[in-house]
């Protein structure tokens, strides 16, 4: 399995988990949107999430929580271009992630220093995605969602949820030509799924692992955790470490996330057992 990821210009080594810090930059996320509304307030963020050990930092220009208003191309571009440039500048060591679906709009981040795409689409929404990102050899984040951020909630259905994300991811994957392997796979927490969907996306996380890619998990203050303990997202720290370290325990390379300190510190502590490997954890934890 693929351990080090060329990303325009800079390696990111998975062979132990990391952190992706979330900059949204959008005025309606549901969580923190509008908590960042100048260039100096998302650089300010960028930075802390750095020195709480972020490796990448994932900037979002779109809201996709359920029901979200559409944002069009050149407002998307508009938001992404001066942060973009702004991070690049003050910490050029940095590898930053651009949260789209639009494969202009990677086109021309990528031009611009992105050194990752992450496509909560999967390549569904834009048929010409797969092909600028192969052309670009950057890491592509393959996420699968059923239906748009529009419907995604609205009775999302499954013959069997891991079975079908695994066809589709498969599917996506063979649309790669000549060998294309810089794929990490996120299976989509909270798009298009039921609570029940969520938990049992997360008790077989370690299945999509058989495919030979690298999983990321966005379990971030979701509602599948305020849904089960009664909390708003604001209050969903603790709820999300403890989804978190289970993902890192099912095999999760990247935790993506609001609050980097905490992640990171979960990645720690997990890493601490001694004599156990990630495959281990997973072995224990489904006993067969």
């Known amino acids: 399995m693929q351990t080090a990821f060329s990303c325009a210009g800079k390696i990111l080594d998975l062979s132990h988990p990391v952190v992706m810090g979330i900059l949204n930059i959008t005025p309606d996320s549901f969580y923190d949107g509008g908590y960042y509304p100048s260039i100096p307030d998302q650089l300010s963020q960028a ?11 994932d ?8 029901g979200a208003g559409f944002v069009d191309e050149e407002e998307e571009i508009s938001r992404l271009l001066p942060i973009l440039t702004a991070i690049k500048n003050h910490f050029p060591d940095t590898i930053v992630s651009v949260d789209t679906f639009r494969s202009s709009v990677a086109k021309i981040v990528i031009e611009n220093g992105a050194g990752m795409i992450n496509d909560i689409c999967g390549g569904r929404y834009d048929l010409n995605m797969i092909g600028t990102i192969q052309s670009a050899k950057i890491p592509y984040i393959m996420m699968h ?25 498969r599917e996506q994957i063979g649309k790669f030509q000549n060998g294309f392997s810089q794929i990490i796979l996120d299976p989509g927490f909270g798009f298009g799924k039921t ?4 938990f049992q996306l997360l008790h077989e996380f370690q299945t999509f692992k058989t495919m030979g890619f690298r999983l990321m998990a966005g379990l971030s203050r979701k509602s ?11 209050e969903a720290l603790n709820g999300t470490t403890v989804l978190n370290t289970i993902a ?11 609050d980097v300190r905490e992640a990171v510190q979960a990645i720690t502590l997990v890493s601490s057992i001694p004599s156990l490997k990630a495959e281990d954890l ?4 489904n006993p067969k």
């Open 47 to 57: 930075e802390k999430m750095l020195n709480e050990g972020a490796s990448i930092i």
């Open 59 to 66: 900037i979002g220009a779109i809201s996709t929580r359920p």
């Open 145 to 169: 969602m059923q239906g748009d951020p529009g419907n995604m909630q609205v009775s999302p259905h499954y013959q069997n949820i891991v079975e079908d994300i695994t066809s589709f991811f």
């Open 195 to 198: 609570v029940e969907h969520n």
């Open 224 to 234: 599948m955790i305020n849904r089960v303990i009664y909390t708003k997202p604001s």
């Open 248 to 258: 890192l325990m099912k095999g999760a390379d990247i935790l993506r996330v609001h």
């Open 282 to 285: 997973v072995t224990d934890l």
